[in-house]
Each structure stands twice: as C-alpha cells, then as structure tokens.
C-alpha cells in the first residue's frame, strides 16, 4: 500500500506543480473533516503561490476559528476556469458540492477521500482513497509529510 500511496503522492504533487489556479470542493454540509481538508490544502497550495478557491454552500459556524475559515467562497464563482480541481471527503458524486453553473471536467478532477464507495461514483482522473485512513485530514497529514512539509502549529489545527 506505501508504494501505491507514493505513486499517487508522486501523481498529485505533479498535476499540482503544472496547475496556476485550483478549486477546492467536498461534500455538502461539510463536516471538521471536510472544511479541515479543504483549509488544509488550501493552506499548503497558497504556500506553493497558486491561486485557489475553496467553495461550500454551507459553512458550520463552529469551526470558524480555524486559520482560513474566511477565506471559504460561499457564493457563485466569479471565474469558472481552473487548471485543477479537488474533491475532498465526499463518499460519492451525489453528495459532492459543485457551484452552480460549473460543469465539473473529470479530466481535471482529483479525489482524495477516505470513504469507501457505498454507491454511484467517484470523479476525477486521479482517485487517492485510503479507507483504512481515519479522515481526509489524515491522508493529507500524510502527503504534506511525503512531500517534507513542515507541520506548523496553523497546519496541524486546521488539519486536527
């Protein structure tokens, strides 16, 4: 499993390094792991001066002292053109939350999930699930680490 987990790594940090501007997705009434993973990454991709958006409709007002929780897009896209998107934490295409008037281009879709598919599908081009993983946040703690990313103490609350 290591192996594949660092091809997949390998794989992402890739399409990340290619991509100028990235949305950020999960499910809908996102849940601390949903909103911990999409600030989490979003966290890191800042720090790799890229361009992103995180989007819910709905945000839990009891997480809002996590560092970035105001910077989440609640309403409709201004800009629909990205180079790469994420769906984080989702179980499967029904449940995930896709702005309104956004056509979601599988070629362009990563998924990271720790969701087994129950049923319909997941999305993307790249499909890092690990069910054996606790949480999406635990995934991610687990590529920031691959990729030697030092786990500051902004990071690990958000990721926490």
Avoid: W
């Amino acid at each position: 499993m290591k192996q594949n987990l660092d091809q997949k790594f390998n794989q992402i940090k890739k399409e990340i390094s290619k991509s100028k501007r990235i949305l950020i997705l999960a499910h809908r009434a996102p849940d601390g792991d949903a909103i911990g993973s999409m600030l989490a990454l979003n966290f890191y991709l800042k720090r790799q001066k890229k361009k992103t958006c995180v989007f819910t409709h709905q945000m839990p007002y009891f997480l809002n002292f996590l560092p970035g929780y105001d910077k989440i897009q609640k309403k409709k896209l201004k800009n629909n053109k990205f180079d790469l998107i994420f769906a984080l934490d989702y179980a499967s295409e029904e449940r995930l939350e896709v702005p309104s008037d956004f056509e979601l281009p599988q070629k362009k879709v990563i998924t990271i999930d720790h969701h087994l598919l129950l049923s319909g599908r997941k999305v993307g081009k790249i499909r890092l699930i690990d069910s054996k993983a606790s949480s999406t946040c635990e995934i991610l703690y687990f590529f920031f680490k691959f990729l030697k990313i030092k786990i500051d103490r902004e990071l690990a609350t958000i990721l926490l």
